[in-house]
């Protein structure tokens, strides 16, 4: 089973898949649950930003608090909120055009974001439980809905069996629970399915359905396994949950950014303008 596709130099220039590869994603997306765009992303770019994540992330874990959370109850799994400047405000993590051209076909118009994380995998990490990232929108159905919540990860490092790369299983978006699972493990649901780990190159763009079952994996190594998480929401998808952008960085933000986060603060922390 493939879920990767390398764009090709002209649609890197033009920052657009081709129509068939368009498709395939989409196709890819919906079927699976999952697509991979490997090495969408400009390798100077990826290593500027990955350099900001590992010093951020060093600094982050200073607090005693957030090292016993992360490293200990969390077993080296770290989800760090990224600053909001740059670079991980760059339109082309946030608004990256590869992304919105399966989004925009995906989930409709006026999807937005409030959540920009990191999945950080620290050096002697554990296996995670296998999990969703969301829940089904109406469990009492028979029928699996289409996605209505969409996380691009971007990958700041190559994703390896050794370093941790994510482990899936395809298709598993389009599981309904029912009754009958209720106090299952999913470990022990899974075990008769199908999975497959996410190891692509440094600088990779994932398009993942919340719903798809998922784990991360143990990093084996001595270096840091970065890589940005942005979730997208369809429009009628209430979030209570949103970030304070600074106005200097708000002002320079293409439409298009603007238009994703819009229903963000702008201004200081408590303070909307």
Same mark, same amino acid.
């Given at each position: 089973?493939?879920?990767?596709?390398?764009?090709?130099?002209?649609?890197?220039?033009?920052?657009?898949?081709?129509?068939?590869?368009?498709?395939?994603?989409?196709?890819?997306?919906?079927?699976?649950?999952?697509?991979?765009?490997?090495?969408?992303?400009?390798?100077?770019?990826?290593?500027?930003?990955?350099?900001?994540?590992?010093?951020?992330?060093?600094?982050?874990?200073?607090?005693?608090?957030?090292?016993?959370?992360?490293?200990?109850?969390?077993?080296?799994?770290?989800?760090?909120?990224?600053?909001?400047?740059?670079?991980?405000?760059?339109?082309?993590?946030?608004?990256?055009?590869?992304?919105?051209?399966?989004?925009?076909?995906?989930?409709?118009?006026?999807?937005?974001?409030?959540?920009?994380?990191?999945?950080?995998?620290?050096?002697?990490?554990?296996?995670?439980?296998?999990?969703?990232?969301?829940?089904?929108?109406?469990?009492?159905?028979?029928?699996?809905?289409?996605?209505?919540?969409?996380?691009?990860?971007?990958?700041?490092?190559?994703?390896?069996?050794?370093?941790?790369?994510?482990?899936?299983?395809?298709?598993?978006?389009?599981?309904?629970?029912? /009754?009958?699972?209720?106090?299952?493990? $999913?470990? #022990?649901? =899974? +075990?008769? *399915?199908?999975?497959?780990?996410? &190891?692509?190159?440094?600088?990779?763009?994932?398009?993942?359905?919340?719903?798809?079952?998922?784990?991360?994996?143990?990093?084996?190594?001595?270096?840091?396994?970065?890589?940005?998480?942005?979730?997208?929401?369809?429009?009628?998808?209430?979030?209570?949950?949103?970030?304070?952008? /600074?106005?200097?960085?708000?002002?320079? $933000?293409? #439409?298009? =950014? +603007?238009? *994703?986060?819009?229903?963000?603060? &702008?201004?200081?922390?408590?303070?909307?303008?």
């Amino acid at each position: 089973m493939t879920l990767s596709l390398e764009p090709t130099p002209s649609e890197r220039r033009k920052g657009k898949l081709s129509a068939i590869h368009l498709q395939w994603a989409l196709r890819t997306l919906r079927d699976t649950g999952l697509v991979i765009l490997e090495r969408a992303l400009p390798e100077d770019w990826i290593a500027a930003i990955r350099a900001a994540c590992d010093r951020d992330v060093k600094s982050y874990l200073k607090d005693p608090a957030l090292r016993k959370q992360f490293l200990v109850d969390a077993k080296g799994h770290i989800g760090m909120p990224p600053k909001q400047q740059s670079p991980y405000m760059d339109a082309l993590a946030i608004a990256n055009p590869f992304a919105t051209q399966i989004l925009d076909q995906m989930m409709g118009p006026e999807y937005f974001c409030t959540y920009y994380n990191t999945n950080i995998t620290w050096p002697g990490s554990a296996v995670q439980a296998l999990h969703r990232d969301t829940h089904l929108l109406f469990p009492e159905l028979n029928v699996a809905l289409p996605p209505h919540t969409v996380v691009v990860n971007i990958m700041l490092v190559d994703f390896t069996l050794a370093n941790g790369a994510t482990e899936v299983w395809p298709g598993s978006h389009l599981i309904v629970d029912r /009754p009958e699972d209720q106090g299952v493990p $999913l470990e #022990e649901r =899974a +075990r008769a *399915l199908p999975s497959l780990r996410t &190891v692509a190159p440094a600088g990779s763009l994932v398009v993942r359905d919340l719903r798809m079952w998922h784990r991360g994996m143990p990093n084996q190594t001595d270096l840091i396994r970065t890589m940005l998480a942005i979730v997208y929401f369809r429009r009628f998808m209430h979030r209570s949950e949103v970030m304070t952008i /600074p106005q200097r960085v708000w002002d320079t $933000l293409p #439409e298009k =950014a +603007r238009q *994703l986060f819009r229903h963000n603060r &702008v201004g200081r922390p408590g303070k909307p303008s």
